[in-house]
Each structure stands twice: as structure tokens, then as C-alpha cells.
């Protein structure tokens, strides 16, 4: 089965870059038909589908968050990283990583990480 962990900094300062990293264990990244997704939550806004990468290597943004964001992927070592530059404290949240098989959804897909909280601050 599928497991998804996301890693990364947890507090970021205002105008810098977020990276976070996103490894998979059970299943290549670039097999079948998924979309490899990145997905925010925050008590003011509640869930942002943020992009997601395709088993083939492309990529779809959130048209809100295209200029900030890009995701990328490294298949050697089977993980996808997201980053979202010039943060600001509005991108505090909870990211979460998933596997989807549609882009967006509104929700939470069932197969994803357990989340990691961010903060931005100075």
C-alpha cells in the first residue's frame, strides 16, 4: 500500500521560499494514471489544492498560486517537491501530500501524508 510523508522546515520567515518534500514508499511516482498532489489546510481558509505533478511528469497549478509555486520531482529517489515562493503569514497551514487520481477535488484523497504544519513567521 501506498504511504506518502512529507518533510521540511517548519517555520519559514516572510518573503522567503517554502520547500517541502514529499516521499512515497509503495508505489513509484511515475506509474499509472495518478496525480501527485500538493494540499493545504488552515483554520481561516480551509482546504487549498495547491498543483500536482502527473505520473508522466506534468504539471497543473492552482491558477491563485501559479506565479508562487512549483512542483518538481525527483523519481530516483521516488519523492516530489513543492515550493511557494515570497510567503507570506496567509501560507501558514497544515501541507499535506497526496495521491489523487482527478486534480483539485475540494477534499482530502484518502491516500496522503499525515500532514505537516507550517508557520511563517519572522
Known amino acids: 500500500q501506498v504511504q506518502l510523508q512529507e518533510s521540511g522546515p517548519g517555520l519559514v520567515k516572510p518573503s522567503q521560499t517554502l520547500s517541502l518534500t514529499c516521499t512515497v514508499s509503495?508505489?513509484?511516482?511515475?506509474?499509472?494514471?495518478?496525480?501527485w498532489s500538493w494540499i493545504r489546510q488552515s483554520p481561516g481558509k480551509g482546504l487549498e489544492w495547491m498543483g500536482a505533478?502527473?505520473?508522466?511528469?506534468?504539471?497543473y497549478y492552482n491558477p491563485s498560486r501559479k506565479s508562487r509555486t512549483s512542483i518538481s520531482r525527483d523519481t530516483s529517489k521516488n519523492q516530489f517537491t513543492l515550493q511557494l515562493s515570497s510567503v507570506t503569514p496567509e501560507d501558514a497551514a497544515v501541507y499535506y501530500c497526496?495521491?489523487?487520481?482527478?486534480?483539485?477535488?475540494?477534499?482530502?484523497?484518502?491516500?496522503r501524508g499525515q500532514g505537516t504544519q507550517v508557520t511563517v513567521s519572522s
Open positions: 509503495g508505489g513509484s511516482i511515475t506509474t499509472n494514471a495518478y496525480y
Open positions: 497526496a495521491r489523487d487520481w482527478q486534480l483539485g477535488g475540494g477534499r482530502l484523497p484518502p491516500f
Open positions: 505533478i502527473a505520473s508522466g511528469g506534468s504539471t
